[in-house]
């Protein structure tokens, strides 16, 4: 892909370009801050096409590894779709037959999730930060202690492969304080899900 090609509509920002948006993913807080597996799901799947902005084939592994996960969740939601109507359901209900496919890849979609927020958090926090020290911080935070020797130095080869910080940036918006303020506030609702979403696989009821 051509790094210097911007990913966003004239005037607007590459999170307008999104299919769902996690600021538009609805949390019951009145049902253990329940979270509706579709509306999630087409939220991460829309988040996987920021690894495309990123400009690097390096990151094919990390984008197929997320749709992958998504896949898996997909699956069991459309083969019982009544007990899989909130992500925690899924698991819940999965567990009951035995099973824990889909529950395993929520673990690793919520993984690579946190993994992406973590490294958007670190550099839009830390103005001298390049992409790839951010991404390198996240991915030994989150996915690295999880992963193989084999998968290890797959990543890590996205982690360098990783565009300058000033090119990417460009590539979100045409206005920096616009597409910062996009990115605030779409970041700041996929953590509050990765934190729902990890506190809740930590329990009893969604270990296996």
Known sequence: MDTRTPAY???????DTLK?????VPIDATNN??????????AAESLSTLFDVLGSVAF??????????????RDRQLAAPVDSESLQMLVVNELK??????????LWLVRGLDFTAQALRHNTSNASSELSES???????????HHSFLVKPIFSAAMSA????????AKLAEDPAKGQEAM???LHALERQVTILKQFQATKEAKW
């Open 162 to 169: 990783t565009p300058y910080k000033k090119d990417f940036y």
């Open 184 to 186: 605030n506030s779409w």
């Open 9 to 15: 509509p004239p005037g607007g920002t590459w999170f």
């Open 97 to 106: 037959t035995k099973k824990h496919t889909a529950a395993e890849g929520l």
């Open 20 to 24: 769902k948006s996690f600021i538009n």
């Open 33 to 42: 801050n329940a979270i509706p597996t579709s509306d999630f799901l087409e």
């Open 135 to 145: 991404f390198r911080a996240a991915y030994t935070n989150t996915l690295k202690p």
């Open 60 to 73: 094919t592994p990390v984008k197929s590894d997320m749709l992958g996960n998504i896949k898996k969740v």
